[in-house]
């Protein structure tokens, strides 16, 4: 069964580093990019990059490059979404997900991590 | 960037009735490939998205067949034709065939 687990909710204060997790399961890890997915309070789906765990090779949104770095450790099927200074505006849930490399659809999602940033 | 667009972004329905639910792209989402990578996912309210229709018109594993995709180049159509209680939550269509890929804006499906 495929399964993506991610890490817990956290609390964080504006400026402090965050790197959440999402832990894929029953399937090839390395053959399948992961795609980040953040949800705004109210607000729609937004995608905002993924990697390829095979090689790391990484995809950015414009509206998210250099805010946040995605990475992945295939040794431990595990793939990150870091931000080194957090803001208020970082709060959110975010999801991660694996595409389908053929279909191109998003097939299998993580349960989502709650970031909430506040002083 | 594509741009997707929805309409309409709240849709009250009766129980047992049809819904629909239009995405526009701002460009044509036919790959060089030949391909459609334009899907649909739905939210319930508390859970992850959930895959329910992928390339316009193939239904995902275990999606029920009272929802149904259609449409080509730009403009795309999800259907529920008898909506069930279930269904209540948001839908979002995303376009994959261009990077960086994007959602539209959500369409809250409720029952009158």
């Not at chain 2, 269509?93 to 369409?107: D, E, K, V």
Request: proline share 5%; hydrophobic share 30%; net charge positive.
């Amino acid at each position: 069964e495929v399964q993506l687990v991610q890490s817990g909710a956290e609390v964080k204060k504006p400026g402090e580093s965050l790197k959440i997790s999402c832990k894929g399961s029953g399937y090839s890890f390395t053959t399948y990019w992961i795609v980040w997915v953040r949800r705004m309070p109210g607000k729609g789906l937004e995608w905002m990059g993924m990697i390829y765990p095979g090689d790391s090779d990484t995809r950015y949104s414009p509206s998210f490059q250099g805010q946040v770095t995605i990475s992945a450790d295939k040794s431990i099927t595990t793939a990150y979404l870091q931000w080194s200074s957090l803001k208020a505006s970082d709060t959110a849930m975010y999801y991660c997900a694996r595409l389908d490399g053929y279909n191109y659809a998003l097939d299998y999602w993580g349960q989502g991590t709650l970031v909430t940033v506040s002083s | 960037d594509i741009v997707m667009t929805q309409a309409p972004l709240s849709s009250p329905v009766t129980l047992g009735q049809p819904a629909s639910i239009s995405c526009r792209s701002s460009q044509s989402l036919v790959h060089s490939n030949g391909n459609t990578y334009l899907s649909w996912l739905q939210q319930r309210p508390g859970q992850p998205p959930r895959l329910l229709i992928y390339k316009i018109s193939n239904r995902f594993s275990g999606v029920p067949d009272r929802f149904s995709g259609s449409g080509a180049g730009t403009d795309f159509t999800l259907k529920i034709s008898r909506v069930e209680a279930e269904d209540v939550g948001v839908y979002y269509c995303m376009q994959a065939t261009q990077l960086p890929y994007s959602f539209g804006q959500g369409t809250k499906l409720e029952i009158k």
